[in-house]
């Protein structure tokens, strides 16, 4: 089959390698789609835990199940599927195990032409989305749906802020927020997508690149019951700052890295909830996939390359300049 390969860092190439068997429990996928994520940037370029070489990269993807192995329902075959990237995560809902994993890093990922996957990552492909929408929903589905209820448990009414919208994450949050009859809104370093942001439902944006933008923002539009952020860094006292009395501030990444301080005596006196998440559960993900089939979701598709020209996906995915998600179709 033909795959994508990383031979080592910063050496990604397609070739052909043995397709894969289903090993007991397994399931083989061929794919049609395969969608990046900012994961497989860091992979590339050596910035992950646990690096080995040569292997497939890619955690999201959406297919046609083409063999079960032993333990499997046969029933499984001939069904077209989404796969949960989220690899054991165990028992306890609050937290993964020691052994949880994510697809595409150890085990290789989505982006060839045909994986195998523990059968019990498989759910059917929701039925009102076209393969790249189907490949675009898992990972960054998961994390955000997770962030949204199961972590600040976001009700109807409360005002949210999610900030640098235009990531696959940041965006599904912003769509599952706008179904739940909350009060969006976004920050961006780009104009364009605050404005794309505002079609998705975002009541609000601002530029987060704007000198003392927090406060006339907050001003006008704040205090957040909500905000959800990926950066961290030096902006996240901003945050603490927008954050209303009681408010949850969830955090799913720290691209900016650590805040070089933490203004801890607003957070105990505004009574604040600082909450880390990490992929989903899943129950996450049955529930996400159920809540997206419900509300019609769409996620958003940036950008569609296909398999033999993944090197420009990736940069593309390097540069940031995307709105959406980066999906791989695969014939």
Known sequence: MKAAILGAVQELRVDTVAAPHAAPGEAVVRLKAAALNHRDVWIKQGAYPGLHFPMIPGSDGAGIVTEVGPGVDASWEGREVIINPSLDWGHDPRAQEPRFTILGMPRNGTLAEMVSVPASQLAPKPSHLDWAEAAALPLAGLTAFRAVFSRAHLKAHERILITGIGAGTALFALQFAAAAGAVPCVTSSSEEKLRRAHELGAKAGALYTRGGWAKEFGEH???????????????????????????????????????????MRKVFWKQLSLLGTTMGSPTDFQLMTSYAALHAIHPVVSHRFKLDDVGAAFDLMEQGGQFGKIVVEID
């Open 221 to 263: 539009h704040g205090p957040f019951d909500v905000i959800i952020d990926s950066a961290g860094g030096p902006g996240f006292g901003d945050l603490i700052d927008l954050a209303a009395a009681g408010g949850r501030i969830v955090f799913f990444g720290a691209t900016r890295g650590n805040p070089p301080d933490l203004a």
